[in-house]
T-cell receptor, first 114, second 112 residues
């Protein structure tokens, strides 16, 4: 049990719709990031939030956006869903952003776009 | 650009048959290397962090080692419960926080 919780666990959306995924980080962890993991592949970094500000972004289009709240929980929003967005979306948290801090992952949200 | 490559993509072992998984990396400056275990449909579970060449860490039947170009995850006398996907990752830069570049993973199946 990592203390990182994500919701919902599974959802199905139609192409063109919008989705919001939620993450509660481990207590006290102020650094939260999101990853996309397609079947059979390693996770791909989407973006990271540190103390409510985005401070790093991977190679994902602007229709992927996010928020971090004062309690350090976070949301991932995806607009104009495409079939290729079907994947496991993972949230990860750590205490501060110093390299080397242990990074804990949640169980993920499975998104299917039809 | 950092690159992380894992091999083999899949590995089948008999229970008790020891083996090693490889993680090769190309980075501008190593800032650590992480190993994770991922069970089907679950999030990655942290195993080890290695920081410098020559470093080794152990946990039960697993031992991770690091050189300047690659890391190995040695599995000694594996059991069926060791079946999972093993992922390695490197931080993308200093103060990267959770910004990791992952390899594609090695899917390990241990048969009784």
């Amino acid at each position: 049990e990592t203390g990182v919780t994500q919701s919902p666990t599974h959802l199905i959306k139609t192409r063109g719709q919008q989705v919001t995924l939620r993450c509660s980080s481990q207590s006290g962890h102020n650094t939260v990031s999101w990853y996309q993991q397609a079947l059979g592949q390693g996770p791909q970094f989407i973006f990271q939030y540190y103390r409510e500000e985005e401070n790093g972004r991977g190679n994902f289009p602007p229709r992927f956006s996010g928020l971090q709240f004062p309690n350090y929980s976070s949301e991932l929003n995806v607009n104009a869903l495409e079939l290729d967005d079907s994947a496991l979306y993972l949230c990860a948290s750590s205490l501060e952003r110093e390299t080397g801090n242990t990074i804990y992952f949640g169980e993920g949200s499975w998104l299917t776009v039809v | 650009e950092d690159q992380v490559t894992q091999s083999p993509e899949a590995l089948r072992l008999q229970e008790g048959e020891s083996s090693s998984l490889n993680c090769s990396y190309t980075v501008s400056g190593l800032r650590g290397l992480f190993w994770y275990r991922q069970d089907p449909g679950k999030g990655p579970e942290f195993l080890f962090t290695l920081y410098s060449a020559g470093e080794e860490k152990e946990k039960e039947r697993l031992k991770a080692t690091l050189t300047k170009k690659e890391s190995f995850l040695h599995i000694t006398a594996p059991k069926p419960e060791d079946s999972a996907t093993y992922l390695c990752a490197v931080p993308q830069r200093n103060n990267a926080g959770n910004m990791l570049t992952f390899g594609g993973g090695t899917r390990l199946m241990v048969k009784p």
